[in-house]
């Protein structure tokens, strides 16, 4: 791509990417607390001995059914009141997040920059990708990413090449509605 993309980041679009990047960690959230709940209420069985099969096999399930609540909760609450928070204080904190930024890539790399600095990403050394209606993330790491409003595309055609090179970099990634 030839054509640069020029935006300013917003706090909505901060959220939308934490949004997104959340989610990925809700349904592996459930899963490791409903396996932390089966192993702590076996732990809390044995210590009984196992003498009362019925009580010990009510303990097990009643804290695997606790730790599965629990992460659903978290899994809803997280998206709904954290993930709003979080954003506005970082939006607030890194100022960078609020001067114009002009991004553009070829077959290789993403370029980005802005008064405060610029970033030439490989496309190969990226770690994975994810993308909704909103966001693009950049992941460089599990925990690092960049991102890109999708609301700067003047062209579905825009997003639909940045996806193609990063596959073409075989760059693992999904697409979520």
Do not use: C
Request: avoid cysteine.
């Amino acid at each position: 791509m030839t054509e640069k993309l020029i935006f300013t980041p917003s706090e909505e679009d901060l959220r939308a990417a934490y949004g997104l990047h959340m989610k990925q960690l809700g349904f592996k959230r459930i899963g490791y607390f409903l396996l932390f709940g089966l192993v702590l209420g076996i732990a809390l069985a044995a210590f009984g001995g196992f003498d009362h099969v019925p009580q010990a096999l009510g303990l097990i399930t009643g804290m695997t059914l606790w730790a599965g609540l629990l992460a659903l909760i978290m899994t809803v609450f997280f998206p709904i009141w954290w993930v709003p928070r979080l954003a506005r204080k970082i939006y607030k904190q890194q100022k960078d997040l609020r001067l114009e930024t002009t991004t553009w890539w070829d077959d290789e790399k993403l370029y980005s920059g802005n008064a405060q600095g610029h970033a030439h990403l490989n496309f190969a050394d990226m770690a994975k990708w994810r993308t909704d209606d909103k966001i693009i993330l950049l992941y460089r790491s599990d925990q690092l990413f960049n991102f890109l409003p999708v609301r700067i595309f003047k062209d579905p055609a825009h997003k639909d090449g940045l996806i193609r090179r990063l596959r073409d970099a075989g760059v693992p990634g999904e697409e979520k509605s």
